[in-house]
Structures are given as structure tokens and as C-alpha cells.
């Protein structure tokens, strides 16, 4: 069965210091998705970004980056120059193309960035 | 805005109570999922539509949960008998099929059973 682990339960760093949320998957489907999301404390899960598994290309929107490698079945998200905005809790997703395409989220990663 | 929304944002029960919760989707997506996120977890998912056909149901959908979606339209999901153990936050989320698949999120409901 599908899974994703994100073991970083809690983060917490000082404003302007980078942070890098882990998170791994597991998967037998050689076509996926991977996701991430934002959760701020109103409640809604914010769209950050989606990368298809042939993909391997890293990704960069601003201060946002993402590795992903397959290799090591991770798919890894930086926040550079964190500011205070950024704490939220953050969600690592895995999706198949195929049937309902439903989502299969990580227990998530509460980031706290501290002024 | 043409996001996902959710109604009502809150909603208090008392145990074994009915609760009905609406979703409207983005107006040109046709899939349409509910998802269900317990405190400190990350949401899992429910159900799925694809137009007005309700195509699949998690093992978590108990036979006192019931979704629909009529017109192909807005949902409801509506949950008989209200356990405590229900307790949790209802996500929606919409999507289109063929190409962007991305699923766009709603605010939730957040029910809390007493």
C-alpha cells in the first residue's frame, strides 16, 4: 500500500533561517504524484506545488524550493529566509493518475517560525 | 472568488444527532472528494465523485455516513446517528480531469459531537 512518512513532527526555527521539511513515500506504481500543502491555522489546505514521477527536475518559486529524488523516494521542501507567515503546518501528498486519484496525505510537519 | 466552499465553517452536535454538510466545488471542476482530518493528522480521504456518480467509498465511510451529489453540482455529506469519535474537520475538494488534476481544497467543516 501507498504510504508517506513525514518525521518531522515539529520544527521550530528563528525568522530568516532556512528550513527543510522531510518527506519519504513509498509506492510499487511507477506513474504518481507528489504534492505539497499548506495548512495555516484558519484551516484550509493551501496548493503549494505538484510533480509527476518522471519529473526529477528540482523546482524554485521564490523562497520555496523542492527536491525530489527518486532514488531515495523523497520529495523535499525548503522555505530559504523563513518569515513569520510561513508557520503553518505543511502536508506531503501522494496521488496515482489512475481511478479516483485520491490523495494520501503524511501525518504532516508543524513549522513554527519565531521573530 | 471561485474557490471550494464549505457550509457551515462550525458545527456543535449532540450525540446521536443528524448533520448535514454542503460543499460547492469550482465551478468547472466535475471531481468532487471528501476527506475527513482528525487533530494532529493529515486528512484521509472518504469519498470520491466524478460528475454526479459517486464512483468510490473509503472502509471509513460507516453506513451512518452518506454522500451526494444530485446535479453534479454542490455535495452534501450528512452523517446519522453522530458519534463522539466523529468529531473531526470535513474537507472538500474539487478537481478536473484531463490534465490538471490538482485538487483545490475548501475551508472545511469543523464538527465537534458532545
Known amino acids: 500500500a501507498q504510504k508517506v512518512t513525514q518525521a518531522q513532527t515539529e520544527i521550530s526555527v528563528v525568522e530568516k533561517e532556512d528550513v527543510t521539511l522531510d518527506c519519504v513515500y513509498e509506492?510499487?506504481?511507477?506513474?504518481?504524484?507528489l504534492f505539497w500543502y499548506k495548512q495555516p491555522p484558519s484551516g484550509e489546505l493551501v496548493f503549494l506545488i505538484r510533480?509527476?514521477?518522471?519529473?526529477?527536475q528540482n523546482e524554485i518559486s521564490g523562497r520555496y524550493s523542492w527536491n525530489f529524488q527518486k532514488s531515495t523516494s523523497s520529495f523535499n521542501f525548503t522555505i530559504t529566509a523563513s518569515q513569520v507567515v510561513d508557520s503553518a503546518v505543511y502536508f506531503c501528498?501522494?496521488?496515482?493518475?489512475?481511478?479516483?486519484?485520491?490523495?494520501?496525505f503524511g501525518q504532516g510537519t508543524r513549522l513554527t517560525i519565531n521573530p | 472568488d471561485t474557490g471550494v466552499s464549505q457550509d457551515p465553517r462550525h458545527k456543535i452536535t449532540k450525540r446521536g444527532q443528524n448533520v448535514t454538510f454542503r460543499c460547492d466545488p469550482i465551478?468547472?471542476?466535475?471531481?468532487l472528494y471528501w476527506y475527513r482530518q482528525t487533530l494532529g493528522q493529515g486528512p484521509e480521504f472518504l469519498t470520491y465523485?466524478?460528475?454526479?456518480?459517486?464512483?468510490?467509498k473509503s472502509r471509513l465511510l460507516s453506513d451512518r455516513f452518506s454522500a451526494e451529489r444530485p446535479k453534479g453540482s454542490f455535495s452534501t455529506l450528512e452523517i446519522q446517528r453522530t458519534e463522539q469519535g466523529d468529531s473531526a474537520m470535513y474537507l472538500c475538494?474539487?478537481?478536473?480531469?484531463?490534465?490538471?488534476?490538482?485538487?483545490?481544497f475548501g475551508p472545511g467543516t469543523r464538527l465537534l459531537v458532545l
Open positions: 501528498a501522494w496521488s496515482t493518475p489512475q481511478g479516483a486519484q485520491k490523495l494520501v
Open positions: 509506492t510499487r506504481d511507477t506513474t504518481y504524484y
Open positions: 510533480r509527476n514521477s518522471f519529473d526529477e
Open positions: 465551478s468547472e471542476h466535475n471531481r
Open positions: 465523485f466524478q460528475n454526479e456518480a459517486q464512483l468510490e
Open positions: 475538494a474539487s478537481s478536473s480531469s484531463g490534465g490538471e488534476e490538482t485538487q483545490y
